[in-house]
């Protein structure tokens, strides 16, 4: 195939796609792939937890009827353990030679990872060259990106991805929260929320502008729907002030005074923070929450991000509350903000051992030592919070991870 043949085949699968429902897609991109002379393609998801790749069963690629045995949640996949999940985790192409080719490309919407492409070359032939490579790799861009498209709306794919119900507060924090990863060649941002189906009242914002990324991490008092409305009515806050072109400080107002029209009696506490990302000057406001930490290289700065902290949202016209203090830092390249909530660090282990801030630190370090990027590392420390939780949350658990990698200056750990 050349590549004039091959952009028409593209070009054909966009304009099907436009017509063609959730649970069509895999058939389709299927039958791409069969007409680029390979055997078969394969759509895997990850689930909302991360730690199952699930198949995106499709129609039979030659009919309308069920799809074939093989293509059933049987053949859901682990993230660990697997080299499918290798690939998902390292964010790059790995091939497996037993047999006929094996391609697992990731599948990537934007900087954010939702699946892995399976694809079979035919046997018995050598493994695939350069060409064939560089077209698998676009057949899994445009993959990831009709995927995300379909999501938005599409219950077939969000219940795919679910190994259990949600609860109603879960529903409002996943409905209202951005993609967990989001980035560019200069700075990149990821959050996870646990416990998945169960989150009470933390919530987390990341937005990218021309020259800024904001984040916010929130957690309302409480554990049921009124602290999903209050942390939603954050995040809406948040976006409305900002997108009016309100600063930290007007947003940290807006944010105080709807929670006390609509939510009374109900605190929040949050972190609101702006990164110019041409200089790296990064300032925030922290409402009663607990304070960023800045990562440098292999080490935690003790102290560098430790300020005056404003009282918690949400106080009411009772309190006199004085005017939020914007706090300033300069990042130097390749640092990391981490923000998170208290169920992180105050959660405890079966024999009422606190997680901590040493456990959450080093298990960044070790990330960060490994070359792991943002959305990996926050992976592997939100399991080690499990693990020492017996998997049972007694908390919401909120992490945010960005880093500033301004082009030319590396990135933290390579």
């Known amino acids: 195939m050349d590549d004039a043949a091959f952009g028409a085949l593209l070009g054909d699968l966009v304009e099907q796609a436009h017509r063609t429902s959730p649970d069509g897609l895999a058939a389709l991109v299927r039958r791409t792939a069969r007409a680029m ?3 078969d393609a394969r759509v895997y998801l990850a689930d909302v937890q991360q730690t199952h790749l699930v198949p995106l069963p499709p129609a039979d690629s030659d009919s309308d009827g069920p799809a074939p045995a093989e293509d059933t949640a049987a053949a859901t996949l682990g993230v660990e353990g697997t080299l499918a999940g290798r690939a998902y985790r390292t964010e790059s192409l790995r091939l497996s030679t037993d047999g006929a080719p094996v391609l697992w490309l990731p599948l990537l919407d934007g900087v954010e990872r939702i699946g892995v492409l399976r694809v079979t070359a035919p046997a018995p032939a050598p493994a695939p060259d350069d060409a064939t490579l560089a077209r698998c790799r676009t057949l899994a861009s445009l993959t990831a990106l009709l995927v995300a498209s379909k999501t938005a709306f599409s219950d077939t794919i969000l219940k795919m991805v679910r190994t259990r119900p949600m609860t109603l507060q879960a529903e409002l924090a996943w409905a209202f929260v951005p993609p967990r990863t989001l980035g560019t060649a200069d700075v990149t941002s990821s959050a996870v929320l646990e416990p998945a189906y169960e989150i009470g009242g933390d919530a987390f914002d990341h937005a990218l502008d021309a020259h800024h990324l904001h984040v916010t991490v929130a957690d309302a008092m409480g554990h049921d729907v009124a602290a999903g409305l209050s942390s939603a009515l954050a995040l809406a806050g948040c976006r409305s002030t900002r997108r009016a072109g309100g600063g930290l400080a007007d947003i940290t107002a807006a944010v105080d005074r709807a929670l006390a029209e609509w939510v009374p009696e109900r605190l929040l506490t949050a972190v609101f923070a702006d990164l110019d990302i041409a200089t790296g000057r990064l300032s925030w406001v922290n409402c009663g929450h607990p304070a960023p930490l800045l990562i440098r290289g292999s080490h935690v700065v003790p102290g560098a991000l430790v300020r005056p902290v404003h009282p918690p ?3 009411g016209p009772g ?7 914007v706090h300033r830092a300069q990042l130097e390249p390749g640092d ?3 923000v998170h909530t208290d169920g992180i660090t105050e959660g405890r282990g079966g024999g009422g051992e606190l997680f901590g801030e040493p456990r959450l630190v080093d298990s960044i370090l070790r990330a960060t030592a490994a070359g792991e990027a943002a959305p990996e590392a926050l992976h592997r ?7 020492h939780q017996d998997g049972r949350l007694t908390d919401d658990a909120t992490i945010l991870l960005a ?3 301004p082009r030319g200056a590396g990135r933290a750990g390579g």
Do not use: K, Q, T
């Not at 309190?319 to 203090?325: E, K, L, N, T």
């Not at 420390?381 to 693990?387: D, K």
């Open 37 to 39: 002379g390979l055997d």
């Open 403 to 405: 880093e500033w990698h």
């Open 336 to 338: 990391r903000l981490l």
């Open 381 to 387: 420390l939100i399991r080690s919070v499990l693990r």
């Open 313 to 315: 949202l949400g106080l």
């Open 319 to 325: 309190y006199a509350v004085p005017a939020p203090v």
